[in-house]
């Protein structure tokens, strides 16, 4: 709930922010522009609670230097069965094989 009370206050900060710009052109006071104090701690307490209601007590963090398996760097990135396509036809070659059967455009 708290987290939808924040939201509404950046929401509000946001509306009200627009509407003393577009009051400031008006006035053609657009030169003084400054955040008013009361718009600045809307969005500053929205903000908070957002960040403290949204992020920190869903603890829905997950451990990101949990692996699985361990496999040094070397191992990750070994990939046996990828082949990069040498040239214009080496794009097409699975699509030649499955049409002529095994031909191999390179050689």
Known sequence: MLKVIG???????AISLIRYRKHLIYKDMADQYHIPLDILLEIIVG??????????LDKKFVNIHQF???KTYD???QRPNFKQ???????FQSVVKDKIGNFDINN
Do not use: E, T, Y
């Open 47 to 56: 903000f908070a609670l957002n960040m403290f209601f949204g992020v920190i």
């Open 7 to 13: 939201f509404l206050l950046l929401l509000h900060s």
């Open 75 to 77: 191992q990750a990135l």
């Open 85 to 91: 396509p040498g040239g214009r036809g080496g794009v």
């Open 68 to 70: 699985p398996h361990k």
